[in-house]
């Protein structure tokens, strides 16, 4: 269909257009059309702050809302187009691409040459265009043909191409909360002309409650659930429909999750629950690790994270975890779900509790000491005995790999010799914890380090 072939058809942003569609699901009758609707995101939209002034001065720049799923980014966009009345169009990049764009600022030229109006083009998902898509927005921007209103899940600074961002300003929407799904639902019942007003319907507060705690911040979730549970509901000899908390349990029965496995909440999530086993905090750790799980997450990435805090965040404290982990991940593999969450929750937990060392961030600190400063040269007595002797006896000289000290020949099993290059002789970079079995280890390097300086001393 032409995009702007009927205007009334297209444009569902106007000030002009009320019309409500009885067939339609109530969460759509009930988006908000006014700031004064809006609910959330008081930190932009509240009075005084900077987006709420722009649209009220009617001078719109092209913007970029970003925020999780469910946060009113495309229903501000809709709130926006209708408080300066301008022309509302939507694409999604995931289905339109740079053909669509163009009808897009077609239509918005004739309109904007007919009657001067404004056109907000709203693309959701933009960051899933590419490179080139987005470039293809910059001259239409420029020129001041369509104002950009664009959604991502995703941190701008990573997925959208900087040309595109400088144009734009950014504004960060936050969840929403129970109390915003409540206030949606009292409108939802009292209102006449698109909610639920015009029927005479009781909802017990527990009902209310419980509609708003499983939505998560979810209000189409919640007013979806409200719409079915007044249809199927029949009313009582007074006419009088009744909704209890057993009717909203049958009709919410799964807790929405606000969880994104592929957006920042994917990052947020695994970031709390790394970081809360690395604090000690077992039931923080499981809290985060089911959270994901309920999600979508994939297990194999739970353990892959475990089997890094193994070794980065556990270490030599308890060398013990890493094969811990990776039993329980084999173990994982054989048995498959939901057997598999007693495998996931005992890494989880042994990580938790177990002592923590991240001494093997040494490895890092011996990476920048090469890379800043090179190689330094293999003493000769503990270079490769068979390349020396071939050597020597080309040379006719004497095999410096014999001066090597066999540590084995030696009660304790180790031995008073330099291995470190002469050039970076007396470096250290391992920084030993002090817990756990690493407290052990060390006294044990402790004890050979002052038997090889006595040993020097006598030497």
């Given amino acids: 269909m032409d995009l702007f072939e009927e205007e009334e058809m297209t444009d569902t942003s106007g000030s002009g257009n009320d019309f409500v569609n009885p067939h339609e699901p109530l969460a759509t009758r009930m988006r908000p059309r006014s700031l004064e609707e809006f609910v959330g995101q008081k930190h932009i939209v509240g009075e005084g702050k900077m987006l709420r002034r722009m649209i009220g001065s009617g001078v719109i720049g092209s913007l970029i809302f970003y925020g999780p799923p469910s946060s009113g980014k495309t229903t501000l966009a809709h709130v926006i187009s209708r408080e300066i009345n301008a022309q509302y169009v939507e694409l999604n990049a995931v289905l339109d691409g740079i053909k669509d764009l163009r009808e897009v600022v077609t239509k918005a030229e004739k309109i904007q040459q007919m009657n001067g109006r404004k056109t907000i083009l709203f693309v959701d998902e933009i960051h899933r265009w590419n490179k080139a898509q987005q470039d293809a927005l910059l001259p239409h921007l420029e020129s001041g043909i369509i104002t950009l209103i664009g959604a991502t899940t995703e941190n701008p600074f990573y997925t959208m191409v900087g040309p595109l961002l400088s144009r734009c300003?950014?504004?960060?929407?936050?969840?929403?909360?129970?109390?915003?799904?409540?206030?949606?639902?009292?409108?939802?019942?009292?209102?006449?002309?698109?909610?639920?007003?015009?029927?005479?319907?009781?909802?017990?507060?527990?009902?209310?409650?419980?509609?708003?705690?499983?939505?998560?911040?979810d209000i189409r979730n919640a007013l979806n659930a409200l719409e079915v549970a007044v249809l199927s509901s029949e009313p009582d000899e007074d006419g009088v429909i009744h909704i209890d908390l057993e009717i909203a349990k049958e009709c919410i029965q799964k807790r929405s999750v606000r969880y994104d496995g592929t957006g920042d909440e994917h990052y947020h999530f695994a970031s709390a629950f790394i970081k809360s086993m690395r604090g000690s905090d077992p039931d923080a750790a499981l809290y985060w690790m089911v959270a994901m799980l309920e999600g979508g997450e994939d297990p194999n990435f739970l353990f892959r994270r475990m089997l890094i805090l193994a070794s980065e965040d556990v270490g030599m404290a308890d060398p013990h975890a890493l094969t811990v982990v990776n039993s329980a991940h084999e173990a994982f593999t054989k048995c498959g779900m939901p057997e598999g969450l007693y495998f996931l929750a005992h890494a989880c937990i042994y990580l938790s509790l177990t002592p923590k060392s991240n001494s093997t961030g040494a490895v890092f600190s011996v990476r920048s000491e090469i890379k800043n400063n090179?190689?330094?040269?293999?003493?000769?007595?503990?270079?490769?005995?068979?390349?020396?002797?071939?050597?020597?006896?080309?040379?006719?000289?004497?095999?410096?790999?014999?001066?090597?000290?066999?540590p084995h020949s030696h009660d304790h099993h180790w031995a008073p010799q330099q291995y470190l290059p002469e050039e970076v002789t007396g470096s250290s970079w391992y920084e030993p914890g002090n817990i756990g079995r690493e407290k052990k280890l060390w006294k044990r390097l402790e004890a050979i380090k002052e038997a090889y300086a006595k040993a020097r001393e006598k030497e």
Avoid at 379 to 404: C, F, I, M, W
């Fill in 169 to 217: 300003q950014l504004f960060e929407l936050y969840d929403l909360t129970k109390d915003h799904v409540l206030t949606m639902i009292d409108r939802a019942l009292n209102e006449d002309q698109r909610g639920l007003g015009k029927r005479n319907i009781e909802v017990t507060e527990a009902a209310k409650d419980h509609l708003a705690d499983f939505a998560a911040g």
């Fill in 374 to 406: 090179g190689i330094g040269t293999v003493p000769p007595h503990l270079r490769d005995k068979t390349a020396n002797s071939k050597q020597s006896r080309y040379l006719g000289v004497e095999n410096a790999s014999d001066d090597y000290i066999y």
